[in-house]
């Protein structure tokens, strides 16, 4: 089980037991799958929790983050949730959608994937084509966009009220989406970074020195090859070369800090983070940018000792480090308390 749990951490996903049947479809799993013309020669493909759709409810559309998982895992054992969050309680109130990575298949078996559960094609042992080059913020507004332009034409959508959701990378790409689309009527930002993905490098190096494992020299060499590195980055910030991981041009369309796109939001925002969690520490910065303007659209929810994907970390009993409790489920709940007492 300890092994399950550090693929969880690296994927926040929910680890279900196994329903008892073969997955060879979503359907099997509880889910529909649309693919629908993206541009003049793409397609998008998304899941809805559901199977009968004819109910009218509004959407709440999740938007993962950075990894190149599918959408559905399962093993002999277990299936791993499309969501992070458990949705049952709240599938009366909403249709839950998500959108699949380009060039990542829907749904896959644990067995063909790596230890992040990161799908990677069988002949190369390298990340799909289709996938590297488009695996950018403005290619991820698009797929979004043409997925909600979607939804809202069919019976079954209620537009009256449209909640995105988005965690670390996916909170950027839901903090710009929110400033293009106007039937967005409420953001959840959580485990973002509020001042751009390249801020997280500097707060490693930092917090080391803090730690004092990291003496001022090595911090200083090591801060300058960052600055190097930068240089060498937005040089060639249109590059899909993913030899050294994610591309040039990834990078760099989520180096721009979503501060700017979420100060341009009338709507309700809530800005959710864990005290342990590095990567967000900027998001206790906003509070600060929304007074200044005058703006009373932010709600903040700091969690004590949450980390980036939302494990609380434990004490440690007789001197053993205890395993950190999920606490998802128990934020989401709070997240649809804000929703309800919200005005739209």
Wanted: hydrophobic fraction near 40%; aromatic fraction near 12%; proline fraction near 6%.
């Amino acid at each position: 089980m300890k092994t399950m749990l550090v693929i969880l951490c690296c994927m926040s996903w929910l680890i279900l037991p196994a329903s008892g049947q073969k997955i060879s479809k979503p359907e099997d799993a509880g889910y529909t799958l649309f693919t629908i013309p993206f541009g003049n020669t793409d397609s998008v493909r998304f899941l809805v929790a559901g199977t009968d759709l004819k109910q009218k409810k509004p959407v709440f559309l999740f938007i993962h983050g950075s990894l190149p998982n599918p959408l559905l895992i399962f093993n002999d054992q277990h299936d791993f949730n499309v969501f992070p969050f458990r949705t049952a309680a709240y599938r009366d109130s909403f249709h839950f959608v998500t959108v699949c990575k380009p060039g990542i298949p829907v749904m896959a078996h644990q067995d063909i994937l790596d230890d992040q559960m990161r799908y990677k094609e069988p002949s190369t042992g390298r990340f799909p084509s289709n996938y590297t080059l488009n695996n950018h913020l403005d290619y991820y507004i698009g797929q979004q966009t043409t997925v909600l332009q979607w939804l809202a034409r069919q019976p079954w959508v209620d537009t009256s009220q449209l909640i995105v959701c988005g965690g670390s990378q996916g909170a950027t790409v839901g903090s710009k989406l929110a400033t293009l689309d106007a039937g967005i009527t409420h953001l959840i930002y959580y485990s973002g970074n509020p001042d751009g993905r390249l801020d997280e490098e500097v707060r490693r190096i930092q917090q080391k020195v803090f730690a004092g494992t990291l003496d001022g020299a090595e911090a200083a060499r090591q801060l300058d090859q960052l600055q190097q590195y930068w240089v060498w980055l937005f040089a060639n910030a249109e590059s899909t070369d993913d030899t050294y991981g994610d591309t040039p041009k990834a990078t760099v369309s989520f180096s721009k800090p979503a501060r700017d796109y979420l100060l341009q939001l009338t709507i309700p925002v809530l800005v959710a983070f864990g005290t342990a969690d590095i990567t967000a520490a900027p998001s206790a910065t906003l509070a600060q940018d929304f007074l200044r303007r005058g703006k009373n659209n932010l709600t903040v929810k700091i969690y004590p000792n949450y980390d980036h994907h939302f494990f609380e970390k434990q004490p440690a009993t007789d001197g053993q480090a205890a395993e950190p409790v999920y606490r998802m489920d128990d934020a989401m709940k709070e997240w649809m308390q804000w929703i309800n007492h919200k005005p739209k």
